[in-house]
């Protein structure tokens, strides 16, 4: 199986409003091909917003997206979804499909032709094997959809968004469903597979883990950019989320350990 490569995305200036409200502002973003990049913040900082923005779902007011040099919003609907993969944080479908069916609906970009001419070249399913067994959801490949657990849903995903062989991968919030294990399993196969990689996340410490990078949202502007050493740290966590935190080497890996102490107490004038 060829290996997928990263390429170079560039968020410029990126806003994006709705009802008279600015919900992104201003945001530049440069990722480097094969990088992975957290995307952190509270609730309603604009991360799935701007995760939108990049996967193409939704356009820019001012500002551009660009893939490998390419403005991702010029380029026709199935040639974005064969650059960008995205998993969101809730996949929903009311249709009776099994995993193998999920994850084959990651091939329609690169398919000739409409539905539901299914291309039954011998390499479809063996790219459609390799991300079943990549996401470790082999052992469910006939289970249907419907009756999947939360974890197991999000993997499912991973393997639909990897059988789609994007060269940008955008993950809305990856791991909120998956046990300890899961996640840091989760998190080690997608740094594995090379992408160049945006993950909205909101346990800071699985970002100091697992990303090169971190760039940090508050309300719609991006306050903090960089390695995740030089951003996360006490300061910016009091300030942006409101929490006394400690972030020391850990003990173990030479990653960030964020341990928290509670909500910040208020500085009484
Ligand atoms: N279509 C919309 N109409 C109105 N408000 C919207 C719309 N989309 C997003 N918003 C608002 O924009 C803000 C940012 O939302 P967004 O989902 O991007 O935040 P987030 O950082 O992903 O939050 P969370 O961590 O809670 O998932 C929120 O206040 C949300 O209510």
Redesign the pocket.
Known sequence: MPEQHGVRLEVRDASWR??G?T?VEDVDLVCEPGTVTGLL??????????INLVAGLTRPATGSVSVDGRDLHALPHRERARLVGLVE?QASTTLDLTVRQVVELGRIPHRKGRLPALDTAPDEHEVVDHALRLADVEDLADRSWQTLSGGERQRTQLARAVAQRPAVLLL??PTNHLDLGHQLDFLARVRGLGLTTVA?L?DLELAAAYCDRVAV?DA?RVVAVGAVADVLTSELIAEVYGVDATVEPHPVHDRPHVRWNGPRTKVRA
């Open positions: 709705v009802a409200r919900i913040g509270p609730n309603g900082s604009g991360k799935t917003t701007l944080q809305d919030e909205a909101h949202l719609g």
